[in-house]
Nanobody, 123 residues
Framework: QVQLVESGGGLVQAGGSLRLSCLAS????????MGWFRQAPGKEREFVAA????????YYADSVKGRFTISRDNAKNTVYLQMNSLKPEDTAVYYC????????????????WGQGTQVTVSS
């Protein structure tokens, strides 16, 4: 049973940066595809970014490409989401997820989820 704990959310002004962390226990992040999703009020949970388990290939939603970077530190068993040039529309609860197989974009394929961390971007 993999447990995921996100941290690093908060309130930031538009144009600012935040780095989210996802600490895994009960499994190693290098053994799974790891993803970040977000959910704004009244909206469905949407894919943000993912990193594949084998070669560390990264994938991004078009809305965050060039602004967000997903990475992992195998020694710390942690996955990060560096978010730059934040916009008010990035405001959401951000979730870390684990073990999607090849379907990195599909929230229904992920087996494990964290509790989420709130990111609020003010204009």
């Amino acid at each position: 049973q993999v447990q995921l704990v996100e941290s690093g959310g908060g309130l930031v002004q538009a144009g600012g940066s935040l780095r989210l962390s996802c600490l895994a226990s009960g499994g190693t992040v290098s053994s799974y595809t790891m993803g970040w999703f977000r959910q704004a009020p009244g909206k469905e949970r949407e894919f943000v970014a993912a990193i594949s388990w084998m070669y560390g290939i990264t994938y991004y939603a078009d809305s965050v490409k060039g602004r967000f970077t997903i990475s992992r530190d195998n020694a710390k068993n942690t996955v990060y989401l560096q978010m730059n040039s934040l916009k008010p529309e990035d405001t959401a609860v951000y979730y870390c997820a684990c073990d999607s197989g090849p379907y990195y974009w599909d929230r229904y394929k992920y087996a494990y989820w964290g509790q989420g961390t709130q990111v609020t971007v003010s204009s």
